[in-house]
C-alpha cells in the first residue's frame, strides 16, 4: 500500500477521534555535539544493515570497512530541529530516533504507531523497518511539497515485529534546503492506560556538582517536567549536593518537587533503597526511577521509559542502557543476563559488548535488530512501577554489587519481566578502567553473589559457582593480591553467620573492610613508582622468555601447578628488598605473576603502584581457610539457602529498612 493510501485510510477511519500520545520524538543532541551524532543521525545514506546468517555474512561476500561516520553538527538547529542542505540526505534509522518496534510488540498491546513529520520545504521522506534477522525493507517513499502542507502523517502496523526489527525513516532534500521542524511517533491509547507519575531517585556520595548539573538537565526539559511528580537526592557523602554552586537555582527550576535526604553512607542498595521507600510511602507516583548520580541524561529517554510501562500489558520494570561517558558513541551492553549454573552477570545472547555506533551504526548491525530479552537491568537508569516494589519489596540491604541483578531475578520470580528499552540510556564512567573485584570491593562481589546464588539457584549446591569461587581465589593467591583473598574469605564468614548480619553491618562493614585491607602490601598504592626500590631480577627468565598464557585446559592446569610449587619455595632476600618487574596493569595476569616472588602492579585506573610481595606462609594459611570454608559452605548449602530464602521478605521489606534507616540517625523526608 502506498503511503498516502495509507493515510487516506486513516482519515476515513472511525478511531479518528480516539486519542493518541507521542511516545518517541525524533531529538537531536545538545549543541550538536559531534560524538554523540552518531546515535541520533546517519549522514551515511548509502549504509544498510548486511544480513547475516547463523551470526556470519553470507558466504562469499565481501568483508567491507564501514565509512567513517559523518557528523554535520552544523545542521542541527535544535533538540527538535535539523537544516539539511539541498540534495542531501539524513537517515534517521539510529540509536535514538529509530522506533523499536518489536519492544512495543511484545509487551504492549499496541498494533499501530503513527509517524508524523513537519518539514519547510519540499523533499522525499522515505520509510524503512527491519527485520529480526537485520534486513530492510523499504515500506514506502513519498515527495512532500506545498500540496501535503509539508507534512506527513502515516499509520504503520507491529503486526511483524515479533522478534525483532525496527521502523525509521530517512530525508532528502530536493533543490532547496529543508528544515526539519518536527518529527515523532505516536500510539493509540487505550480506555485502560493512563498517564502514569514518576519519581526520580538518586543516590550521591561526595559528587555534588554532578548531581546539580543533572537537576538542572531534568528541570529543562518541559515534556519530562509533565510527567515528574519528585526528584528525591539522597544525599550519603560529606560533600553535600545542597551547598554545591547552583543548587539553589536548580531547586527552584523543578518548583517544589525536589526533596533531598541526608543519611550516612549506606552504600548504593541503601541509597535506592531509600528512594523507593520514600516513594510507595508517599502514594502519589506509579513509578520510581533509579539513577546513578554521575551519569549524563538523554531526557527523552527518561521519559520514553515512563510512557513505555503505561503501556505495558503487565507491571514491567523499564531500563535504560549505558553509554561510555569518555568514548560517548560505545555502548557498554545491549542486554544483560545471568548465566544461572555459574551464577554470574553478563551481556545477553546473541549480542557484543562495547559496541561503536560510530564505526556500526543500527542500520549496519544485524544482531541490534533481533529483540533482545534480559534478566535485569541496571541501577545505572531503571524504572521500577511501585506496584513491583509493595509486592516484592525493595533492595537487598547489600551495600554496592548485586543489588541489581537480584532485584531483577527477584521479580523474575515473581512474574515480573524487565525491559531494557532501547532509545532510553544514559552515559556513565566506563569499567574498563579499573577492577574492582581486587580492591575494597572484592568483599561485596563475592558475599553479594554467594547471597544471589543461595537465594536463587536452580542448581544443587549452586551448580558450578562454587568450584568458580575457590579458583578466583587460588588466581589471587598466585597473584600475590592477598588482601583480595581476605576479604573474600571474611564475605564467606559473614554468609556462613546467615541472614540476620546484613542490616546490622550495612553502616560499619566498609569501614572494616578498608581496615583490614590496608594491612596488606598489595593493597598500598604509591602515586610515585620512585618511592619504592629499584628493580632488580636476580635471574633472568628461562631461555630468555617470560611466561604466556596457556592456550587449552591442560596447558592451564600445568600453569597452575608450576605457580602452586612456585608459591612453596623460600622467598630470595633479594625480592624482598627489590621488585622483580614494574607490571602494567593490563599485564597482571596471574599466569605471570605466579612466577614471580615480588613485582610492582600498576593500579588499574594508572593511578599509582603497588608492591606485590609474595609470603609463602600467608599464602598457605589463606589457601587452607578458603578450602576450609567452602568445604562448610557446600555441607551446610541446603540450610543456608533456607534460610536466606525464609528472611528474604523480612530484609528487603520497608519495615526492616525503615528501622535500619532511623538507626542510623535519619527518619522523615529530610534528614536534620
Known amino acids: 500500500m502506498s503511503t498516502s493510501a495509507i493515510v487516506n485510510d486513516r482519515m476515513s477511519s472511525p478511531d479518528q477521534e480516539q486519542t493518541w500520545r507521542t511516545v518517541h520524538r525524533v531529538v537531536f543532541p545538545e549543541g550538536g555535539d559531534v560524538d554523540t551524532m552518531p546515535l ?79 518539514l519547510d520545504a519540499d523533499a522525499t521522506i522515505a520509510i524503512y523497518r527491519s527485520t529480526a534477522r537485520g534486513i530492510v525493507n523499504r515500506v514506502s517513499s513519498q515527495k512532500i511539497g506545498a500540496a501535503e502542507g509539508y507534512s506527513l502523517t502515516v499509520d504503520l502496523p507491529l503486526t511483524n515485529f515479533g522478534d525483532g526489527g525496527w521502523y525509521w525513516f530517512d530525508l532528502a532534500a530536493h533543490d532547496e534546503q529543508v528544515t526539519l521542524q518536527d518529527a515523532h511517533w505516536s500510539v493509540q491509547v487505550p480506555q485502560q492506560v493512563t498517564a502514569g507519575r514518576l519519581t526520580i531517585a538518586v543516590t550521591t556520595f561526595n559528587r555534588p556538582d554532578y548531581c546539580v548539573r543533572n537537576l538542572k538537565t531534568i528541570a529543562a526539559s518541559p515534556e519530562l517536567m509533565d510527567v515528574l511528580h519528585r526528584v528525591i ?51 502519589e507516583s506509579s513509578y520510581v526511577m533509579l539513577l546513578d548520580d554521575d551519569v549524563e541524561m538523554e531526557t527523552e529517554g ?57 564505526a556500526s551504526n543500527l542500520r549496519d548491525t544485524p544482531w541490534m535488530h533481533r529483540r533482545i ?86 542448581y544443587k549446591r549452586g551448580g558450578r559457582m562454587p568450584q568458580e569461587s575457590l579458583a578466583v581465589d587460588v588466581r589471587h593467591l598466585l597473584s600475590m593480591q592477598y588482601s583480595s583473598v581476605e576479604l573474600r574469605l571474611q564475605a564467606l564468614e559473614d554468609i556462613l553467620e546467615g541472614p540476620d548480619h546484613l542490616h546490622r553491618s550495612l553502616g ?119 578450602a576450609s570454608l567452602h568445604r562448610r559452605l557446600l555441607a551446610q548449602w541446603d540450610e543456608l539457602a533456607d534460610a536466606y530464602k525464609a528472611a528474604l521478605p523480612q530484609f528487603t521489606s520497608p519495615t526492616a529498612w525503615a528501622e535500619t534507616f532511623y538507626a542510623s540517625g535519619t527518619h522523615g523526608n529530610k534528614a536534620e
Open 508 to 626: 560499619s562493614k566498609l569501614g572494616e573492610v578498608r581496615a583490614t585491607r590496608a594491612q596488606f602490601d598489595d593493597a598500598r598504592i604509591a602515586a610515585d613508582p620512585a618511592s619504592f626500590p629499584a628493580v632488580k631480577r636476580s635471574k633472568p627468565p628461562r631461555k630468555g622468555k617470560g611466561p604466556t598464557q596457556a592456550r587449552s585446559i591442560p596447558a592451564a592446569l600445568v600453569k597452575v601447578a608450576s605457580g602452586v610449587l612456585h608459591q612453596v619455595k623460600p622467598v630470595p632476600v633479594e625480592a624482598r628488598e627489590h621488585p622483580e618487574e614494574h607490571i602494567a596493569a593490563m599485564d597482571a595476569r596471574w599466569w605471570r605473576l605466579a612466577q614471580l616472588d615480588s613485582a610492582l602492579v600498576t593500579s588499574s585506573d594508572g593511578s599509582g603502584v603497588s608492591w606485590h610481595k609474595r609470603d609463602a606462609g600467608k599464602a598457605r594459611e589463606l589457601a587452607l581457610r578458603s
Open 40 to 118: 541520533y543521525a546517519d549522514f551515511n545514506s548509502a549504509r544498510r544493515v548486511r544480513p547475516e546468517q547463523d551470526g556470519r555474512s553470507p558466504e562469499g561476500a565481501p568483508v567491507t570497512t564501514p565509512p567513517t561516520a559523518e557528523t554535520h553538527p552544523d545542521y542541527v538547529l535544535d533538540r527538535r530541529q535539523l537544516a539539511l542542505p539541498a540534495r542531501e540526505r539524513v537517515s534517521l534509522g539510529t540509536y535514538f530516533n529509530a522506533f523499536p518496534a518489536s519492544y512495543w510488540r511484545a509487551h504492549t498491546d499496541i498494533r499501530t504507531v503513527r509517524l508524523s513529520v513537519t
Open 233 to 283: 537526592v539522597t544525599d550519603q557523602g560529606t560533600q553535600k549536593v545542597a551547598s554545591e554552586e547552583g543548587f539553589a537555582e536548580a531547586e527552584a527550576n523543578l518548583g517544589g518537587r525536589l526533596v533531598v535526604v541526608n543519611q550516612p553512607n549506606l552504600g548504593g542498595s541503601g541509597g535506592f533503597a531509600r528512594g523507593m521507600l520514600e516513594t510507595i510511602n508517599d502514594s
Open 373 to 458: 530479552d534480559v534478566d535485569y537491568n541496571g541501577w545505572w537508569m531503571c524504572l521500577i512501577p511501585t506496584e513491583i516494589i509493595s509486592n516484592i519489596g525493595l533492595a537487598l540491604p547489600v551495600f554496592i554489587k548485586w543489588d541489581d541483578v537480584e532485584y531483577g531475578i527477584r521479580a523474575q520470580a515473581n512474574g515480573y519481566r524487565t525491559v531494557t528499552l532501547p532509545g532510553a540510556a544514559v552515559w556513565h564512567m566506563p569499567w574498563t578502567e579499573k577492577d574492582d573485584t581486587i580492591d575494597w570491593q572484592a568483599y561485596y562481589h563475592q558475599r553479594n553473589r554467594w547471597l544471589a546464588t543461595l537465594l536463587y539457584s536452580p
Open 302 to 358: 527518561i521519559l520514553r521509559a515512563a510512557q513505555f510501562a503505561d503501556f505495558t500489558t503487565e507491571p514491567t520494570i523499564v531500563g535504560g542502557h549505558m553509554f561510555n561517558l569518555f568514548e560517548r558513541s560505545v555502548m557498554h551492553h545491549f542486554g544483560e543476563s545471568v548465566d544461572r549454573y555459574r551464577f554470574r552477570y553478563g551481556s545477553s545472547p546473541n549480542t557484543e559488548e562495547a559496541h561503536d555506533f560510530a
